[in-house]
């Protein structure tokens, strides 16, 4: 009974925090597809995967699902905080120079580099030109360097 009730109370961000630290694969669906890889780091509204192409960080209100594909089997080192959401990703990535490839809902991901990020919307300078996409219509982020 109080494996039940540990289980049933613990959230999404406590569930991939404790996954995190045992070192298991997962495997997100989104909102704009799949992500694979370990867990790198979660905060209160992000988590970051490590796949094979890189890093990517997905917001935690646009996953459909959670599946462990490999469960851990060592120690694994999770770092918490921040950056706690996409947005903040984002603001990091202003003028760095860094090419990013953000996933949308509908369409396929954008790539270009961040030149501004505020409140509504992140400012891309893509090779077409300026494009703006709004915050709650990214699903994740990615560096392309």
Do not use: Y
């Amino acid at each position: 009974m109080e494996a039940e009730l540990e289980r049933s109370t613990r959230t999404l961000v406590d569930v991939l925090v404790d996954e995190g630290r045992q070192g298991s694969d997962v495997r997100l669906e989104t909102l704009a597809g799949e992500v694979a890889g370990r867990i790198g780091h979660v905060g209160g509204e992000l988590t970051t995967i490590d796949t094979d192409g890189g890093a990517v960080a997905v917001g935690l209100d646009t996953v459909t699902s959670l599946s462990i594909t490999r469960e851990g089997d060592s120690v694994h080192r999770v770092t918490r905080g921040h950056p706690e959401s996409l947005l903040a990703t984002m603001r990091e990535l202003v003028n760095s120079g860094a090419m990013v490839e953000v996933g949308r809902p509908s369409g396929l991901p954008i790539a270009g580099t961040v030149v501004a990020a505020g409140p509504s919307h992140v400012e891309l300078e893509t090779i077409a030109g300026a494009c703006f996409v709004p915050v709650h219509a990214i699903c994740w982020v990615r560096t392309l360097d």
